[in-house]
Structures are given as structure tokens and as C-alpha cells.
């Protein structure tokens, strides 16, 4: 173990940057939607990491696997996560996680999510946390689908406020997550009463993300976008 | 603070349109007090076309479809324009920091939301945090957008970061561009990405060219840089990042 140096102890306002005690989190995937692959780039030419950690806890927060990478390089480096999810249970019908990413020196940190035709960047998940709601807009149509991702990077079980703006409509659903954990909310199935069963308009809505938790929850919103053929697109906010 | 600032930049033409989405929020105050939004919008050395916004609540998520501002992008502008957007409040004592603001680029087919750079007031220059990560493969093709939203040159000068017998050492020049004052550019990064030290990386699906790079300088205030990646296949933009 390195001796943090003055450099380290400097933090970073960017939250794609993981280093030492200021952990990245994100989701990831793998059956059956795409697959995942962890990128990561030392932001320092003078303060290269020389280990860099990965804890992955399945949805119920159970720590899956735990992997230590020596990357004290200036290039990029790419690493598939998706032999590391082996073991991960299904949940909500998908095969997911919880990634932690943890250096001992600041490394930015983003995560690719690929399909056979098409692929996109994720930056960290956002955090919320009480006295800072999140909120994301998401468009409601026929062959969209709409998942939000809440992780939960403490050790103790959070609740979750889920909030969907539609008009002058605003219905809540609270959830719990496991410590460390996942939940997905698809937000046509939670807030089906809320919209019409094949619903062909294009519809703006907003989803405002809360919790009363004193550590920080992980969020994001991914978007299916059904394509002719039965291609999917995905994208993301976080 | 009672005011909030992000920069971005944004498109109107045939192909597709600018979304603004916003939430003024002071946290923990739920009352629903009035907000304004003011959107300055310049290009091309112009910066002239100011308007606000009137009739946004506190903690009431909302947003606006770029041309229904400025009903002059109806006819579609070439290129891209830079965009500062400020939430405010006339109310005292009432903290907007924890706003948020999603910028939504929309197309027929689908759309790419991301956040935009918020800028922090009373400071004269812009650090970009970490490095640029290009991609370059059968998905993505990475482009730089720098939005220069002052009344100065920036002079975007982007490196390689080089190792010399296993140790860091100082940075290689790999392109250096000039921005006048209120102006957006995209340099695609194909060339630096092909020309980068990095070996292609094997994936299950192929190989994949992923470089790193640094801008050299600080930008001026009121500037912003993001990293668009877009479809290889399509040209479309699918992810951005701002750095």
C-alpha cells in the first residue's frame, strides 16, 4: 500500500472520478439486454494509481465478486465485466450488479454498455441524498420503455421516493433497497394506472428521485428504445 | 446563491431539435416559489439574442423546446450554437444550488440527454478535471466540443500524455485549435485517437482503439468542453459527456 501523497489528498469535484475513500458507482448489466465494459484512465500524469479496486454486490447487496487491478499506466484500460456477473442472481429478469470503483490515486471512470448494433457511455451514477432530490425527464410512447436504476452505496437498507410528473398527475411509489444493493423501477409498469396501454403520442414526463437516507444513493435512467426489427437502442442519463 | 448557471451547446436543424429541461430546487425549502430562467444563445461570434422565461416553481421539474424561445431556429441553423442557461430567484435567502438542468437532443429516431457544465461564478478561468477518453471502433466516434462562451480567444490545445522506461513523464502536443469569442467547435478525434501510443484493446466483439487525452490550458469563464460520441454507422450523437 502506497503512502498518499499531497496530490491524492486533492479532490476532484468531477464525479466520474473515482479515488481513494470517494468511490464511482455504477450498474451494470449483462443478460440479456448488453454487455458491459469498465474503462479507466489515471487523471494525473504525476499521481498514477497503483491499484485500483472493484467490489460488485449483487441486487440484494451481497458482495459478488472483489477484484484489485494494478493500472499504473497513462493509457486507458478496458476491462469486460460481464465474466465477473457469472454468479449474479436474476432480479426484475435481468442479470445485474452493483459497481464499486475505488483507487488509490483519482482515475476517471465510465462504463460502455454494447448491444450487437449499438453502444453508449456511462459516466457514474448521480447521487441523491436528503435535501437533494434528483429529477430526469423521460419520454412516455409505444416502444419506449423506461428503467430507472437506484443503487444503495451504504450499509444500511434506504427509502426511496419515486415521484412521476405527468400534467398536473403527481403519483409517488416509495421503495426500499437493500444495503448496497439494487432496485429497478420500470416506470410504465409502477405508473401503469397513470398512462394508457399502448400509448401512441409522444409524452413528456418527469421523474423526481428523493430520500430522506444521510448516505448517498446512486441513480440513473436508461431508456429502450424498441427500433423495427426488434433492435433496441438504449440511452442513458446519469 | 440565488442564481445558477450551466453553458452547453445545442442544434436546431431538419435532422434534430434542442430540449431544455430544468429543475430549480433549494433542497429542503418546498414552498413553491416563482423562478425565472434566462437562456442567452450565441454562435458564429454573436452573442445577441437574450430572453427569459417566466412562471417556473421551485422544486417543479419543467422544460422547453429550444425553438418555442427562440422562434427564429424554426427555419433550422447550420452548425452548433453555444447556450448559457441561468435559473434565478428573486426570493432572498433562497439557496438554488441543488437545481439540476438536462439538455436533450432529439431526433426522429431517438434522443441523447446529458448535463451540461456548471459554471461557477466569480471565477476568471475553467479547469477541465481529468483526462479525455476517445473511442474509436465499429460503435463510436469520438469528437471534442469545446463551447467558448467569452469575450476571448481560447487557444484548445490537446496532448498525449507520454511514458518514458515505465514512468510518466510531460505530454506530447497532438493538436491545438483557436476559438474566437462566442463560438462552438466539434473536432472529431479520429486522427489523435489513431495516432496514440495506446495498443487497440481485443474485446469479445472486436477490437476497440481507446486513447486518452489532455487540454493543455484553462478555459476561459463562462466555457464549457464535452466529449460526444456518436454512432459509428448512423453519425448520430449517442452519448455526451461533459468534462
Avoid at chain 1, 499506466?73 to 476491462?79: C, G, Q, R
Avoid at chain 2, 444550488?97 to 459554471?119: G, M, N, T, Y
Avoid at chain 2, 462562451?149 to 487557444?155: K, L
Wanted: proline residues 7%.
Amino acid at each position: 500500500m502506497t503512502e498518499p501523497n499531497v496530490a491524492q489528498k486533492e479532490e476532484s469535484n468531477d464525479s466520474s472520478v473515482a479515488q481513494n475513500g470517494t468511490p464511482s458507482h455504477f450498474w451494470v448489466s449483462t443478460y440479456p439486454y448488453f454487455q458491459s465494459t469498465l474503462v479507466l484512465a489515471p487523471v494525473s500524469t504525476e499521481n498514477l494509481p497503483q491499484s485500483v479496486t472493484l467490489k460488485l454486490f449483487d441486487p440484494d447487496g451481497a458482495p459478488l465478486n472483489e477484484v484489485t487491478l494494478s493500472c499504473n499506466v497513462l493509457s486507458p484500460a478496458m476491462f469486460e465485466i460481464d465474466p465477473f456477473l457469472e454468479g449474479c442472481k436474476l432480479e426484475s429478469g435481468l442479470k445485474h450488479a452493483h459497481l464499486c470503483v475505488d483507487s488509490d490515486a483519482p482515475v476517471k471512470s465510465f462504463v460502455r454498455y454494447h448491444t450487437g448494433e449499438s453502444a453508449c457511455i456511462v459516466p457514474p451514477c448521480i447521487s441523491a441524498v436528503d435535501g437533494l432530490s434528483r429529477f430526469f425527464p423521460l419520454t412516455v410512447s409505444e416502444g419506449r420503455e423506461n428503467l430507472f436504476v437506484v443503487l444503495n452505496t451504504s450499509d444500511e437498507k434506504a427509502s426511496v421516493r419515486c415521484r412521476l410528473y405527468r400534467g398536473n398527475r403527481k403519483p409517488e411509489h416509495i421503495l426500499s433497497v437493500p444495503a448496497r444493493g439494487v432496485r429497478l423501477v420500470s416506470i410504465e409498469s409502477v405508473f401503469r394506472e397513470y398512462f394508457e396501454a399502448g400509448e401512441r403520442l409522444i409524452q413528456q414526463c418527469y421523474v423526481r428521485i428523493g430520500t430522506r437516507a444521510d448516505q448517498p444513493l446512486a441513480v440513473q435512467l436508461l431508456e429502450r428504445n424498441v427500433l423495427e426489427g426488434d433492435k433496441s437502442f438504449f440511452s442513458l442519463v446519469s | 446563491m440565488q442564481s445558477i448557471t450551466w453553458a452547453t451547446f445545442c442544434v436546431a436543424n431538419s435532422l434534430a431539435r434542442t430540449i431544455v429541461h430544468f429543475f430549480p430546487s433549494s433542497g429542503t425549502v418546498t414552498a413553491p416559489y416563482p423562478a425565472v430562467c434566462k437562456f442567452t444563445l450565441f454562435s458564429q461570434g454573436e452573442c445577441a439574442k437574450t430572453q427569459s422565461l417566466e412562471g417556473l416553481r421551485l422544486s417543479q421539474p419543467d422544460g422547453v423546446r429550444l425553438e418555442d424561445v427562440f422562434p427564429f431556429l424554426r427555419d433550422g441553423v447550420s452548425g452548433m450554437m453555444g447556450l448559457h442557461i441561468t435559473l434565478s430567484t428573486i426570493q432572498p435567502r433562497i439557496d438554488l444550488s441543488p437545481s439540476d438542468c438536462v439538455v436533450e437532443i432529439a431526433s426522429r429516431s431517438h434522443s441523447v440527454r446529458f448535463h451540461p457544465k456548471q459554471l461557477e461564478g466569480g471565477k476568471e478561468a475553467v479547469t477541465v478535471d481529468g483526462p479525455l477518453i476517445g473511442f474509436d471502433d465499429q460503435f463510436h466516434k469520438s469528437s471534442l466540443v469545446v463551447v467558448n462562451g467569452a469575450e476571448s480567444v481560447f487557444e484548445a490545445s490537446l496532448a498525449w500524455p507520454q511514458e518514458e522506461g515505465g514512468e510518466a513523464s510531460e505530454v506530447k502536443a497532438a493538436r491545438s485549435e483557436r476559438l474566437s469569442p462566442w463560438t462552438v467547435e466539434e473536432f472529431p478525434l479520429q486522427k489523435e485517437i489513431e495516432e496514440s501510443p495506446t495498443d487497440p484493446f481485443e474485446q469479445s466483439w472486436g477490437n476497440t482503439r481507446a486513447a486518452s487525452l489532455s487540454l493543455g490550458e484553462e478555459m476561459p469563464a463562462g466555457s464549457a468542453c464535452f466529449m460526444m460520441y456518436r454512432d459509428a454507422t448512423t453519425k448520430l450523437p449517442v452519448s455526451v459527456v461533459a468534462v
